[in-house]
């Protein structure tokens, strides 16, 4: 469904996320580094604002967050008085239990993190929680079981924050396959959140029963945190200060390089918007998670996302060089 917003001239996407019913724009804002962590008038924060705004002007429907990346300070400003407020919607990280909570689910903790977002984001109700349940350390070994543990009382919560109001649907971000999987089994969910991009194929393995399920899926970081962008084409030509310059990204550009010489007819002129193309290629895929930090990537990116994806079978590609080239290093 395409809907033409204003003057402008792009125009947004929207897609319904498996069996909600939620139509979200296929690009959702992640706002992790748009914005310096302590309120201020800095640079940085200005163009974060800026860059919410736009997307906002531009249709964007949905908004990712976290009260860890402490910049819904900057999202508050934007959403206080905004007049599409009511029709946004909101997805959440939910850490319950977090790393260092000893395997302990506590009903109280996963309300304060909806009850914070709920006034930090000025909105009535979080449209879908990205529930994630943590361990130290951080195995299946100790997550699988875990979930069978604790997820009665998360769906209990869940269900009465529910009848508040105060949520729509229930995700959760597994972390590997094997929860993925685990999670799928019980039911409770309504789809699946992970990283999905051209070098993180992994949940790819779940589309097939999420499909056959009618659950959804939201992709997160698209551009593989920013390195499949024509900015950053190779490490050697990097801004000075840019904070993928450090050796050990070395992998992450080689397997950048793979790409733009297994895929160079399929890219064309544009990386950055062969990745948002590719990553929506995949009907599972309602909504990419994109960090977008300044109007002009906004533009940029919904511009790609209004571009016609790649077929499914360069997607098939794709997994098979991730299979032998990316999937154990
Ligand atoms: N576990 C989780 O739940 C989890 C983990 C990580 C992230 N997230 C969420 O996912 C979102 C996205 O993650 P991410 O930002 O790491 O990855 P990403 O979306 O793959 O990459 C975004 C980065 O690419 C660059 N970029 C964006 N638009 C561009 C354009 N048009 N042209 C060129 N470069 C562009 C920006 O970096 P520069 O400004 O530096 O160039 C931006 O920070 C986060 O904001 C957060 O909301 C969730």
């Not at 900057?74 to 206080?80: E, I, N, P, Q, T």
């Amino acid at each position: 469904m395409a809907v033409e917003f204003s003057k402008k001239e792009l125009s947004m996407n929207y897609r319904r996320l498996g069996r909600t019913d939620l139509d979200v724009s296929v690009i959702c804002v992640g706002p992790m580094r748009a914005a310096a962590t302590e309120p201020g008038n800095d640079e940085k924060s200005k163009a974060g604002e800026l860059a919410l705004r736009t997307a906002l002007d531009a249709g964007v429907n949905f908004i990712h967050s976290s009260y860890e990346y402490r910049t819904r300070w900057m999202m508050g400003r934007v959403l206080a008085n905004h007049p599409r407020r009511s029709e946004l919607h909101h997805v959440i990280k939910v850490p319950v239990p977090d790393f260092t909570d000893g395997d302990h689910f506590e009903a109280d903790k996963f309300r304060l993190r909806i009850e914070e977002a709920l006034t930090d984001l000025h909105t009535e109700r979080i449209s879908v929680l990205q529930w994630m349940w943590r361990s130290m350390p951080n195995t299946d070994e100790r997550r699988l079981p875990l979930l069978g543990q604790i997820i009665d009382e998360v769906v209990d919560i869940f269900h009465r924050m529910r009848d508040e109001g105060k949520v729509g649907y229930l995700m959760t971000f597994p972390y590997t396959v094997p929860c993925g999987e685990k999670a799928i089994e019980t039911e409770k969910f309504s789809g699946l959140i992970g990283f999905y991009n051209l070098v993180e194929m992994e949940m790819a393995d779940l589309f097939g029963e999420l499909e056959k399920r009618d659950m959804g899926f939201l992709a997160i970081r698209p551009l593989y945190q920013g390195i499949l962008t024509d900015e950053r084409a190779n490490q050697n030509s990097l801004r000075k200060g840019d904070r993928f310059a450090d050796e050990e990204y070395a992998i992450d550009f080689a397997k950048r390089a793979k790409i733009s010489e297994v895929f160079r007819d399929e890219i064309g002129e544009s990386m950055t918007s062969f990745a948002i193309r590719f990553a929506l290629a995949a009907p599972i895929v309602s909504s990419l998670i994109v960090g977008l930090n300044t109007p002009a990537q906004v533009s940029g990116i919904i511009a790609a996302a209004e571009d016609s994806s790649p077929s499914l079978q360069t997607v098939e590609k794709a997994r098979e060089i991730w299979r032998s080239a990316f999937g154990l290093g």
